[in-house]
């Protein structure tokens, strides 16, 4: 019989904010699977799905999120109002970053590179992370950092404001398990907070892959 999952937290933060380690620490606390972005990666139907949502489609969030338990980063967090509402139990989940510390990660990352694989199945992939990051996110207007980095102190604003107290998660990783396991009414495990995916971790990692330059 498959297992039913039920969405227990909305990611609302954009990437390079620590949601490679904060993901890891959801899966070892029980809410996982946690969807990012490389679901886009792993299945070609599932791409198209969010590329139809990017168009404007009506999106059956049940449907599209079923068998995670979670959602981090893009390119669920650009919708982080919608799933709010069709998950009205679940946390909403906000990690916060030094914004210039931020906008130099997704500088030197996402921005700069793209997988080396073409054809249709990357084509769809690379449309979908076009219209809701770099288009829909800062409204193709990434590279002028002072607007990038408003578009990110807005986004943090907007979701204080609109998430009750009692159902916001705002962490950040630097503080380890305490206050995101206490936001969830979690223990605390007897392990390291996890670190992942750091900068120079992506860069070896994307040299390694044959990445190109994006842009």
Not at 87 to 95: D, M, N, Q
Not at 169 to 174: D, G, L, M, R
Request: net charge neutral; proline share 7%; aromatic share 10%.
């Amino acid at each position: 019989m498959k297992e039913v999952y039920v969405l227990k937290v909305v990611g609302a933060s954009f990437g390079r904010t620590g949601t490679s380690s904060v993901r890891l620490a959801l899966e070892t606390l029980g809410f996982g699977p946690c969807h990012y972005m490389k679901e886009l990666f792993a299945a070609p139907a599932h791409a198209r799905e969010w590329l139809r949502v990017a168009d404007g489609g009506k999106p059956d969030w049940k449907r599209l999120l079923d068998g995670f338990a979670s959602t981090i980063a893009w390119p669920a967090a650009f919708y982080w109002r919608e799933l709010a509402a069709a998950f009205p139990e679940a946390k909403v989940l906000l990690i916060v970053r030094d914004p210039a510390s931020w906008y130099a990660s997704m500088s030197r990352t996402l921005y700069r590179t793209r997988p080396a694989d073409t054809g249709q199945e990357a084509a769809v992939r690379d449309q979908v992370i076009e219209k809701i990051v770099w288009q829909g996110t800062f409204s193709g207007r990434f590279e002028d950092r002072d607007h990038a980095m408003s578009v990110y102190r807005a986004h943090l604003d907007e979701v204080r404001a609109a998430v009750p107290s009692e159902r916001l998660v705002e962490v950040e990783p630097s503080r380890g398990w305490e206050p995101l396991c206490a936001a969830l009414g979690v223990g605390v495990p007897d392990l390291p907070f996890p670190v992942a995916n750091t900068t120079g971790e992506y860069l070896r990692r994307a040299e390694q892959a044959g990445v190109l330059p994006q842009r």
